[in-house]
T-cell receptor, first 112, second 110 residues
Framework: DSGVTQTPKHLITATGQRVTLRCSPRSGDLSVYWYQQSLDQGLQFLIQYYNGEERAKGNILERFSAQQFPDLHSELNLSSLELGDSALYFC???????????FGDGTRLSIL | GQQVMQIPQYQHVQEGEDFTTYCNSSTTLSNIQWYKQRPGGHPVFLIQLVKSGEVKKQKRLTFQFGEAKKNSSLHITATQTTDVGTYFCAGGTSYGKLTFGQGTILTVHP
């Protein structure tokens, strides 16, 4: 158990819809990272938050947004969903900026 | 932007054979981390290398960080069926962002 909690585990929705993925980091970790993993793209970094502030951005689409709340949990919002957004979305957390990242079990998003 | 290339993409070995995966970055790294993802699981941190030329061992696993801090390798001696999974290297920046390689999928035949 990594200590990182992601909900929901599975999400099935239709094109054009909007979903919210939630992540609770390990106790004490200030950094939260979001990744997208699909079969042909590996682990793609989306965005990082540190103590409520956006720290780094990867290849995150404009249709996607995220935030980290004062209690340090984070949410990833995906809107106007397309078939290609079907993937496994991982959240990870770390204590310091450069240390190991601890991953949650992921949310599997399926777009029909 | 920073790119991290990892080879090979797939590796099939017989149990007991050795295995090596290689990682190359387009830029100098602050650190490199290695993760293992079992089928159906999430990436799990294995090790972090920070110093130029650093070598670390964990039982049958040996990790190296190149002198220029742009390449790294993971070597597994005498593979076991429990070693099955995808091994990722990830190049780190000073503020924590990781760029993951594409991963090497290791299959071990008993």
């Amino acid at each position: 158990d990594s200590g990182v909690t992601q909900t929901p585990k599975h999400l099935i929705t239709a094109t054009g819809q909007r979903v919210t993925l939630r992540c609770s980091p390990r106790s004490g970790d200030l950094s939260v990272y979001w990744y997208q993993q699909s079969l042909d793209q590996g682990l793609q970094f989306l965005i990082q938050y540190y103590n409520g502030e956006e720290r780094a951005k990867g290849n995150i689409l404009e249709r996607f947004s995220a935030q980290q709340f004062p209690d340090l949990h984070s949410e990833l919002n995906l809107s106007s969903l397309e078939l290609g957004d079907s993937a496994l979305y991982f959240c990870a957390s770390s204590g310091t900026g450069q240390g190991p990242q601890h991953f949650g079990d992921g949310t599997r998003l399926s777009i029909l | 932007g920073q790119q991290v290339m990892q080879i090979p993409q797939y590796q099939h070995v017989q149990e007991g054979e050795d295995f090596t995966t290689y990682c190359n970055s387009s830029t100098t790294l602050s650190n490199i981390q290695w993760y293992k993802q079992r089928p159906g699981g999430h990436p799990v941190f294995l090790i972090q290398l920070v110093k130029s030329g650093e070598v670390k061992k964990q039982k049958r696993l040996t990790f190296q960080f190149g002198e220029a801090k742009k390449n790294s390798s993971l070597h597994i001696t005498a593979t076991q069926t429990t070693d099955v999974g995808t091994y990722f290297c990830a190049g780190g920046t000073s503020y924590g962002k990781l760029t993951f390689g594409q991963g090497t999928i290791l299959t071990v035949h008993p």
